[in-house]
Every structure is written in structure tokens, then in C-alpha cells.
Nanobody, 116 residues
């Protein structure tokens, strides 16, 4: 069992920045793909960004050019740098890790609120 703990959420004004962190309880070397998803009230959980073990990134169109996913192997942590935040980015953000055989873990979520 791997535990993922997000941090870094909060309240920020439009145009501001936040960096989310996802700390894993085990080495992240064996993760096939790590990512960030978000869920706004009354909406489904949507992909924000993913990063594969081979270094390939994928972003939702709505965040391209503003958000960056990265990893720190030494600290078993990955990040989501969010710049130029918009009110529509307001959501609970979840980190996600996919291992071999599709075994998937989720964090508990961290709230991001962007005021206009």
C-alpha cells in the first residue's frame, strides 16, 4: 500500500501562483505514470497533467502553458507548478500514481481556490 499526501493548496488571487506537492510513502522509481487531477463542485474529476516514467508529459488544454508537472526522485515527491491562475482553476486537486498492472493510488486532495 502506497500513501500519497498532497500539500500546497490554498486561496490565491487570479493571476497568482501555487505549487502543489505530492509526497509518496514509497520510492517513486517504480511508478509508471504520476499525475494530477481536479474536481470542481458538481463536476467530474478531470485530468490536469501526467508525467510518465519516461519523462513524457501530458496536459489538459485548459492548463497548457500555465501549469508544469515535475518530479523529485530523491524526495519521492512530484509537483504541480500553477501559474497565471484563473477562477475556473478552483477545485480540489488530487495526485495519482499508476504502477504496474494498473495498480493506482490517490491522495486525499487539496483545495485550490482562485478569487477574481
Amino acid at each position: 500500500q502506497v500513501q500519497l499526501v498532497e500539500s500546497g493548496g490554498g486561496l490565491v488571487q487570479a493571476g497568482g501562483s501555487l505549487r502543489l506537492s505530492c509526497a509518496a510513502s514509497a520510492s517513486i522509481f517504480s511508478i509508471n505514470a504520476m499525475g494530477w487531477y481536479r474536481q470542481a463542485p458538481g463536476k467530474q474529476r478531470d485530468l490536469v497533467a501526467t508525467l510518465t516514467s519516461g519523462g513524457i508529459t501530458n496536459y489538459a488544454d485548459s492548463v497548457k502553458g500555465r501549469f508544469t508537472i515535475s518530479r523529485d526522485n530523491a524526495n519521492d515527491t512530484w509537483y504541480l507548478q500553477m501559474n497565471s491562475l484563473k477562477p475556473e482553476d478552483t477545485a480540489v486537486y488530487y495526485c495519482n500514481a499508476v504502477y504496474a498492472f494498473g495498480i493506482t493510488y490517490w491522495g486525499q486532495g487539496t483545495q485550490v481556490t482562485v478569487s477574481s
